[in-house]
């Protein structure tokens, strides 16, 4: 079965509103586990909008649980990462300014130190991924920067099935890419914007492995419950 990777950085935000200490991330970690999680992500921006330092570090020590940390290439964030020691890196873009992440990483701009990154990840044996847009040259030179995994930006596809448009052309780029990533040896994620009408659709894409699926779980569960929308993504992933 595909796996679920579970993002709770909106649990920190939450809490952050009140400057307090509920609703607790670290909680929120075990307990996602606990009810079906394959891995938690939780993304240490450079301005810690949600998640801080003491939460990662202590998400992290968790024992038994598979973390999945997002950070961007900033020197300072890479040596904190390092320090941690998560399970998993996934190595993404960051404008200050931005709201969420708009898409992949610009992998011929930054190939140079992307790659010594990634060396430096590769030598503590953390499993390093790439989040990319659904572009052909991009999985190339992932492929070149000798990346364990792949996670395809899937921001711009969620968009277009939200509003009833046409999509067909941007599933089949992805579809594509995750062919060709699969034949180099690259792992494919896939994750932003999912809900259970994309990840349906999606799911049918046999080389995807793994989805990281943060907002909508946790904006959902605030009608439903945490536990009924994680499962209900876990019964999307066994068909």
Request: with cysteine.
């Given at each position: ?25 670290i909680y ?96 503590k044996k ?114």
């Amino acid at each position: 079965m595909k796996r679920l990777g579970i993002n709770i950085d909106h649990v920190a935000t939450l809490r952050n509103a009140r400057g307090e200490f509920h609703p607790d991330p670290i909680y929120a970690a075990k307990f996602v586990k606990k009810i079906g999680a394959d891995s938690v992500t939780i993304h240490l921006r450079e301005d810690r909008r949600h998640i801080n330092d003491i939460d990662a570090k202590k998400i992290c020590s968790i024992k038994r649980l598979l973390v999945n940390l997002e950070i961007s290439t900033n020197k300072y964030i890479v040596n904190k990462a390092l320090s941690i020691k998560p399970d998993f890196i996934c190595i993404v873009p960051e404008n200050r300014k931005e709201i969420t992440t708009e898409g992949g990483l610009n992998l011929k701009k930054n190939k140079k130190n992307l790659k010594r990154i990634i060396s430096k990840f590769k030598k503590k044996k953390i499993r390093t991924s790439l989040f990319v847009n659904p572009n052909i040259n991009d999985i190339r030179i992932a492929r070149e920067l000798n990346t364990d995994c792949i996670e395809i930006h899937t921001g711009h596809l969620s968009n277009l099935i939200k509003h009833k448009k046409k999509y067909s052309n941007e599933l089949k780029r992805i579809i594509r890419c995750s062919i060709l990533a699969k034949n180099f040896g690259i792992e494919v994620h896939a994750g932003h914007g999912l809900d259970y009408k994309t990840t349906k659709i999606l799911n049918k894409i046999k080389e995807i492995e793994e989805f990281n699926i943060g907002h909508f779980i946790i904006g959902e569960s605030v009608f439903f419950g945490l536990q009924k929308v994680v499962q209900k993504f876990k019964k999307i992933l066994k068909n």
